[in-house]
């Protein structure tokens, strides 16, 4: 499932790309094809990421609300290699077009929904200006284990499964952990990492948690699939501090993954 920073990513990608443009949208498929056609000729005028909702704003009181979802992609195609009939939403240039697959929610709404949605959500790291405050708030009164509060996108919003063991394991704090437990300093610091990580996720348009030091001096950039992760799906493979075998778990009915040695039960 995309994490917040591939809706980020895209909201910057579509802003580049489309923002101040007339729309040329379509829906091959046929199931936006209303929606389609009130977008169509309407000039993009912003584009804003929350946790992991995604809006357009066009035209004097449009808003396109997409959620991917598991299954979702939202992709730049070079305009000769964009066909095929399972395009919920395509938005067409001279050279390349934007096209949406199998996206959770694809949807028109008005304003006070978009605040209503922003509003349920915990803060996101992503977002300017956005604080701590309310996330460490609720970790402090939550008996829930850790490893699952982190998925709850009304408590943080945008991080996903894979952030999640990656994070925890940065920290240090075994994924069963009641976040109740855990001192305010270091659900404080989690934040802090969460803003650093999500921000390279960005940059980087993928998820690399593997710092330089861990990496024999290679940058985030640099590393390979195989390398760019310390916990997530590593089940038995060696801990890169500690060659201790990885472990894996269901925490909030999906697993997580960590080291027993840098992350004990406590
Ligand atoms: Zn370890």
């Given at each position: 499932?995309?994490?917040?920073?591939?809706?980020?990513?895209?909201?910057?990608?579509?802003?580049?790309?489309?923002?101040?443009?007339?729309?040329?949208?379509?829906?091959?498929?046929?199931?936006?094809?209303?929606?389609?056609?009130?977008?169509?000729?309407?000039?993009?005028?912003?584009?804003?990421?929350?946790?992991?909702?995604?809006?357009?704003?066009?035209?004097?009181?449009?808003?396109?609300?997409?959620?991917?979802?598991?299954?979702?992609?939202?992709?730049?195609?070079?305009?000769?290699?964009?066909?095929?009939?399972?395009?919920?939403?395509?938005?067409?240039?001279?050279?390349?077009?934007?096209?949406?697959?199998?996206?959770?929610?694809?949807?028109?709404?008005?304003?006070?929904?978009?605040?209503?949605?922003?509003?349920?959500?915990?803060?996101?790291?992503?977002?300017?200006?956005?604080?701590?405050?309310?996330?460490?708030?609720?970790a402090?009164?939550?008996n829930?284990a850790i490893g699952?509060?982190?998925?709850?996108?009304?408590?943080?919003?945008?991080?996903?499964?894979?952030?999640?063991?990656?994070?925890l394991f940065?920290a240090g704090i075994h994924p069963a952990t009641p976040a109740k437990n855990l001192d305010?300093g270091v659900v404080?610091?989690i934040?802090?990492?969460?803003?650093?990580?999500?921000?390279?996720?960005?940059?980087?348009?993928?998820?690399?948690?593997?710092?330089?030091?861990?990496?024999?001096?290679?940058?985030?950039?640099?590393?390979?699939?195989?390398?760019?992760?310390?916990?997530?799906?590593?089940?038995?493979?060696?801990?890169?501090?500690?060659?201790?075998?990885?472990a894996?778990?269901?925490?909030?009915?999906?697993?997580?993954?960590w080291c027993p040695r840098c992350q004990p039960a406590r």
């Amino acid at each position: 499932m995309p994490e917040g920073h591939t809706i980020h990513r895209l909201a910057r990608d579509l802003r580049r790309d489309l923002v101040d443009t007339e729309l040329e949208a379509s829906s091959p498929q046929g199931r936006f094809a209303s929606g389609a056609k009130s977008l169509d000729g309407q000039v993009l005028t912003a584009t804003e990421a929350a946790g992991k909702h995604l809006f357009l704003h066009a035209g004097p009181n449009l808003t396109l609300y997409i959620h991917l979802g598991l299954i979702g992609k939202f992709r730049r195609f070079e305009a000769s290699t964009n066909r095929g009939d399972a395009v919920r939403l395509r938005f067409e240039r001279e050279d390349f077009a934007w096209s949406l697959t199998g996206p959770h929610t694809c949807r028109l709404i008005e304003p006070p929904e978009v605040e209503e949605i922003i509003a349920r959500l915990g803060p996101d790291p992503l977002r300017r200006r956005s604080s701590p405050d309310q996330f460490i708030d609720k970790a402090a009164k939550s008996n829930k284990a850790i490893g699952a509060l982190l998925l709850d996108q009304n408590v943080i919003a945008g991080i996903g499964n894979v952030y999640r063991s990656e994070l925890l394991f940065l920290a240090g704090i075994h994924p069963a952990t009641p976040a109740k437990n855990l001192d305010g300093g270091v659900v404080r610091k989690i934040w802090d990492t969460t803003v650093e990580l999500l921000r390279l996720g960005v940059r980087l348009d993928r998820i690399v948690t593997v710092t330089r030091a861990d990496a024999n001096g290679t940058k985030p950039g640099r590393l390979g699939p195989d390398n760019r992760l310390y916990a997530y799906k590593r089940t038995g493979e060696p801990c890169r501090r500690c060659d201790t075998p990885i472990a894996t778990a269901p925490i909030a009915g999906r697993s997580i993954w960590w080291c027993p040695r840098c992350q004990p039960a406590r």
